[in-house]
C-alpha cells in the first residue's frame, strides 16, 4: 500500500501529518472529524484541482443538504435572491425553485449532502457538460479540543450545476457568502457541484481516511442540515 504524504504549503504544513516527528500525543479519530466539520463550517475558501491538471484555489463554496419533500405550508424563498444573467424575476410566479428542482442535484436515494462552489466561467467551460475526478481541500486553525490546526480534502466528481436548480442553490450561497458576483451566473462565474467520494484530514498529530459515507456526513450536522 502506498502512503502518501503531501507537504505542498496547502493541504501540510511543516511537521503535520507525521505524527512520529510529533511531541504530542495523536488525536483520535472523534477529534479529526470535530476538527473536520469544524473547519468545512467555518472556512471561507477552498482549492480545486481537477483531473486534467487545472487548480483553482481561493473558491466560494456552501454545503447543501438533500432537501425533504415540500408539503402544502412550504412556499418555498421568493425571488429575492440572485438571478442569473438572462432570467427576470417579477414575482410570486417567478420565484425560484425549490424543494423537487434541488432533487436533481441529488437523485433518487443520492448522497444526503454535497459541496457547491462558485467558479470563473472559465473553469465552466473546461468541463462543459461533463464531469471529472477533482480534489477539493480547504486547511486552517481550529479550536476543537487536541486539534489546533487541520486540512480537509475531499475527493470525489466536479461538474456544472444542472441549469434548473442554479437559482435555488445560489440562494444557499448567498447565505453563506452574499456577494454580487452570484448576479453573473451565466456570464463570468458558474455553480459546480462535487459529488463525495472520499475524504482525508490532516492535523499535526496524524491523518485519517474517511469512506463515502463518512465524508459526507462531514457536510452536515447532526440533525442533517447542512453546515
Not at 93 to 117: C, H, K, M, N, Q
Not at 118 to 127: F, H, K, M, T
Request: with cysteine; glycine share 12%.
Amino acid at each position: 500500500m502506498l502512503e502518501e504524504y503531501v507537504v505542498d504549503g496547502m493541504i501540510d504544513q511543516h511537521d503535520a501529518g507525521h505524527p512520529s516527528i510529533s511531541t504530542r500525543t495523536a488525536p483520535t479519530e472523534a477529534v479529526h472529524v470535530l476538527a473536520a466539520r469544524e473547519l468545512v463550517h467555518d472556512a471561507a475558501y477552498g482549492s480545486l484541482v481537477m483531473w486534467g491538471g487545472w487548480v483553482v484555489h481561493g473558491l466560494r463554496f456552501a454545503t447543501v443538504a438533500a432537501p425533504t419533500a415540500a408539503g402544502p405550508a412550504s412556499a418555498g424563498p421568493t425571488a429575492t435572491g440572485p438571478t442569473p444573467a438572462g432570467t427576470e424575476a417579477t414575482g410570486p410566479a417567478d420565484a425560484v425553485p425549490t424543494g423537487s428542482e434541488s432533487l436533481d442535484l441529488f437523485g433518487a436515494g443520492g448522497a444526503p449532502a454535497r459541496i457547491v462552489l462558485l467558479a470563473p466561467a472559465s473553469v465552466g467551460r473546461v468541463l462543459g457538460d461533463q464531469d471529472q475526478a477533482c480534489r477539493f481541500q480547504m486547511c486552517g486553525p481550529v479550536r476543537s479540543d487536541g486539534c489546533d490546526w487541520v486540512s480537509v480534502v475531499f475527493g470525489g466528481w466536479v461538474a456544472p450545476v444542472a441549469e434548473r436548480s442554479v437559482p435555488d442553490l445560489a440562494l444557499h450561497l448567498a447565505d453563506r457568502h452574499p456577494t454580487g458576483d452570484l448576479f453573473e451566473l451565466g456570464g463570468s462565474w458558474v455553480l459546480l457541484d462535487i459529488e463525495l467520494a472520499e475524504a482525508t484530514i490532516r492535523t499535526r498529530g496524524g491523518c485519517v481516511q474517511l469512506d463515502t459515507d463518512d465524508a459526507v456526513n462531514l457536510l452536515t450536522e447532526p440533525s442533517g442540515a447542512g453546515l
